[in-house]
Each structure stands twice: as structure tokens, then as C-alpha cells.
């Protein structure tokens, strides 16, 4: 078993994988990228700071996603 297999056995990740060429299988993943976009944007267009600050406002709002109450978690957050 590799070392990045045994990290995600460590910390209780469950690796999910697709089949190549089905993008039908990419439904969940694709809103959340959408959501976290939207997010982003909102982020920096209400905060007046310039496009050089999207990969930082992108890691911000993915960080607030990801602390925020989720049915999917049975609202715990992380």
C-alpha cells in the first residue's frame, strides 16, 4: 500500500474513483466546484481587491465550505 493510500486510511478518507469518459459520474463534483466558484467571486468582488487575489480568495472560500454545517455530515462540521 502507497503512503498517500495509508494517509487516507489514517485520517477515515474514503477514496471514491469514476471511469474515465462518463461524465455523468461528475454531477456531484462539478456543483461544488460551481458553488466554490460563485463563492469566491462574491468573495472578491465584495471585497474590492483585484484579480491577483482569486487563488487566495478561491483557498478562503473553500475553507469556509468546508467549516460550514453540511446536511451530507449530518450538520458537524469538520
Known amino acids: 500500500m502507497n ?4 494517509y487516507c486510511q489514517k485520517h477515515g478518507i474514503k477514496r ?3 471511469i474515465t469518459n462518463t461524465p455523468q459520474q461528475n454531477g456531484v ?13 462574491s468573495m472578491l468582488i465584495n471585497s ?3 484579480k491577483m487575489f ?7 472560500a ?3 465550505q468546508n467549516k460550514s454545517h453540511n446536511k451530507a455530515l449530518l450538520n458537524k462540521t469538520l
Open 29 to 41: 463534483s462539478k456543483k461544488k466546484n460551481h458553488t466554490l466558484i460563485g463563492a469566491a467571486l
Open 48 to 50: 474590492h481587491l483585484p
Open 62 to 64: 473553500n475553507n469556509l
Open 3 to 6: 503512503a498517500f493510500n495509508l
Open 16 to 18: 471514491q474513483f469514476t
Open 54 to 60: 482569486w487563488g487566495k480568495t478561491l483557498l478562503a
